[in-house]
């Protein structure tokens, strides 16, 4: 018997006392690494909106798939992620059309092209290709991503803002996820060190913060205020936790609101960077549903403008913006492209961000050029641009309409209220559970928001998120529904999801 | 002042002394995260291959861009990296025909394309769009991967090992080191548990150890026997860990080997095997040089096959094998593909990797697509079989005559030892440094061998990576080559390369 054999006879260690059961003939054999001796912050970190609904929904997905018949409907309906090609929206023909010569620069040699691709596309795909060193696609780039790509990044945030920005100060990633996770590592050493984020959040930030072994500082969103945010409310929650002996690093702001949809005003922006200034917090922009603003009233700023405004620069406020391809109106959430814009650190806390990156090497091309053309699109006079402003303009209305028709619908519900989505790609409606359904889902095993978005999925095939996978007021119930199913099929959705609930409240006010 | 600033009179919390700074009128600001309050894993983790003498070059490369005059060299040559698109290696076309289809299925429709793409190209495009749900290239996937590549790349791991690959176990992922951090993430708990790695490793180990606060445990390879891997030295290593008190998880093993560039052999990867089952180790096989085999008499065989042909199966071992699409002859490191196979782990741990996958949402699609070609090339009969062909001999006959002429070229300069490359895409030549070049080292503050390789670089625009960057035997020094420079362009790097060294031993050793 082995070293690892030796030690298992002080049993100090639960992989050698694995390792003895294996060596045993008799025993059946434990694996070395088993759900009682992996990293507890693994398994402390959850993720609803792939969560246990999510894979109940693939496991009926797959009885449909054996018998089409065997459940009270014909398909799944995935609401439960903001994932907006997969619900049938088409991508942006221009952004494809650079992508695809991207990809095969040959092509960009063959004149039959001219007749299958659009010749801004083509002159846009050539000016890309010769700007990576050595035409070369297929390459590691620059850890930070193609400096040429981050220029124009940089510019379109320039255009964006009315305020500089820096090539070197943007970082590309594979979407807007493994920046928020470099950010959270970079800034939490243990469990001392918190971050500030929204509750309702988007369960990346727990995620991370859970994976780094930090805490989590909860500053709650007044739903009834359309899902305000208070400065009031940060000063006391912060106030709170360094009571609690909790260094608070960050404060996550998610603008527009998901799951919560809410656009943030100016006033209130200024206040909020205020807040950071004054407790020296960073801030954490989560600005990836800068495009999705539905609200007439409403309009995006991004937080680098609302601070720069106020005359705040880069050496005196800590911000970080993250943005994506995944959203907006071309929601290219497979292709992983997204960035940040690091403003407001010192240039060797910028090397160990980039000594990070450089760890995974670089993020995907194919991400790389999209969010260069997402921030660079057709101007009017090229020839895409009418096919392309016609694209955008087609979807980004009928989400607002989506938002709209399907905002009404559940606030028409028995004991359901909800808040318009000002933005984003989600409605966080509430729903007051009968005690029936309350002791039910106790009988049951199951959270209550769970349990009654489990039953809509087994009756209507709608898979939505509890708002439980968000956090919540302590006693409130909600879940988080996309607006993303294609317009014609909204009725449909609507009428199954109206007549569940009333059945469901019927069942359980009895 | 805010809460943090009333905290900061407890004085208890660097970010609020620093608060207490910035909202002094006088003081400078200091930004809320500065080098001394970050993370001090990120700190320790190491990342040379992007390291020092990198950023130096590209210092450089900014002053020749600035005054092409002003170096000793007209260009950088960049051999620090495995990156071959990015020194001009060509990518396979059939792979970027169906590459583009994919990124804009739109062509599809269009019979132009008949005259631009291989009829291969294209049906084998239809087939990949037609199997992802919705034909949504520009969808989030399944956080594992598009199934029908998944079930694609397990035909091609049976085909190539002889036995049967689940597509339930294959995890697709944006290179080979997401999956590498997420497996270390799984099984590291604290600095008590160790993971086994060779030295000289890739640093992507280190690293990612460092990162998730573990322990190194090293073993090291036998420079004297070609870098090879004796189980002796595995046990004896993996008894003095144990005897420290850490609790040895997993045997990384790298085959091919990097920086090394050995193959080993099936004896050789049975007595591995043999050892982790002994030792009820998780065995991490790094297999993604496995198409990069130059020595004739050597052949790769994956480690899944090893212990399958020993009887060990999926009930009784624990392996993850990682691949990718960035190293064998296409080289598609930019686009960040990849894929691990996960067998001999419970359901419930492949849910946490499985969650763990989901907190990221899901690897880039193209990344996923060309991990599907790799894995199911065209074959004999098909259109493009003839040119695919061509263009992989070429490479790789041209990388093994490349590795060749490198390691002798090495060979025959005064004090340098260097082993072949059997595999891999490196050379790891051990200087044995003069007396002189020490103290000039010790007096410049700087590592013996990053020493040499920032004289190298500065003397012929010739970039590596000092061997200290995969440690090495104390006391020895190396540094990473790799054979990637273009063939025709070999000699004249050979020829700087002899003149640098030979002016530095003079230099050094009067």
């Known amino acids: 018997m082995g070293a690892n054999g030796v030690q298992e006879v002080n049993g100090n260690s639960t992989s050698n006392i694995d390792n003895g059961k294996s060596l045993s003939s008799t025993a059946p054999w434990c694996p070395p690494i088993n759900i009682d001796n992996i990293n507890p912050k693994v398994l402390e970190c959850q993720y609803a909106v792939r969560g246990e609904i999510v894979a109940h929904a693939e496991r009926l997905q797959q009885k449909l798939l054996q018998d089409p018949s065997s459940l009270p409907f014909d398909e799944l309906i995935y609401c439960n992620i903001g994932n907006p090609q997969s619900l049938g929206q088409q991508p942006i023909t221009f952004f494809r059309e650079v992508a695809a010569l991207c990809d095969h620069p040959g092509l960009l040699h063959k004149k039959e092209i001219q007749t299958v691709f659009s010749s801004d596309a083509i002159k846009r795909a050539e000016s890309i290709v010769s700007s990576i060193p050595g035409r070369a696609t297929g390459a590691y780039s620059h850890s930070k991503g193609v400096k040429a790509l981050r220029t124009i990044i940089a510019e379109g945030i320039q255009n964006r803002d009315g305020y500089s920005a820096d090539p070197e100060d943007i970082f590309l990633t594979d979407g807007a996820s493994p920046g928020v996770h470099m950010m959270i590592r970079l800034m939490l050493r243990n469990k001392k060190d918190g971050i500030m984020c929204p509750i309702p959040q988007y369960p990346l930030y727990s995620a991370s913060i859970a994976l780094h072994d930090g805490t989590l500082v909860p500053y709650y969103l007044d739903e009834s205020k359309g899902w305000g945010l208070e400065v009031s409310e940060l000063k006391s929650r912060l106030e709170a936790a360094v009571a609690d002996g909790i260094n608070v690093r960050a404060l996550v702001v998610i603008n527009p609101g998901n799951p919560t949809g809410q656009v943030l005003s100016e006033e209130n922006q200024q206040k909020i960077v205020q807040f950071c200034k004054d407790e020296n917090l960073v801030l954490l922009a989560d600005e990836v549903y800068q495009e999705n603003v539905y609200a007439d009233n409403k309009k995006f700023s991004s937080f680098k403008k609302i601070a720069r405004s106020m005359g705040y620069t880069e050496r005196d406020f800590s911000l ?144 939505v998120v509890p708002g439980s996978g968000f956090r919540q007021v302590p006693g409130t119930w909600h879940f988080r529904i996309t607006i993303l199913p294609p317009e014609e099929k909204m009725p449909t959705i609507i009428a199954k999801l109206t007549s569940f609930h009333e059945s469901f409240m019927q069942e359980f006010q009895g």
Chains 1, 2 share one sequence.
Not at 387 to 394: K, V, W
Not at 400 to 424: F, H, I, P, Q
Not at 425 to 443: D, H, N, S, T
Request: hydrophobic letters at 40%.
């Open 320 to 463: 970080v913006s993250f943005h994506s391809i995944s959203k907006g109106f071309y929601g290219e959430c497979g292709r992983r492209g997204g960035y940040m814009e690091v403003t407001g650190f010192d240039s060797d806390v910028k090397n160990q961000i980039y000594k990070m990156a450089s760890v995974s090497l670089c993020s995907n091309l194919s991400g790389q050029v999209m969010m260069s053309l997402v921030m660079n699109p057709p101007k009017d006079g090229d020839e895409s641009y009418e096919l392309y402003s016609s694209e955008r303009n087609a979807i980004l209305s009928s989400l607002g309409r989506r938002a709209k028709m399907l905002a009404e619908a559940l606030n028409k519900l028995e004991r359901v209220s909800c808040n318009e989505a000002e933005g984003a790609m989600y409605l966080f409606p509430r729903i007051e559970l009968p005690e029936g359904a309350m002791k039910a889902a106790q009988a049951a095993g199951m959270v209550p928001d769970t349990f009654y978005c489990k039953r809509l999925l087994d009756a209507t095939g709608i898979v």
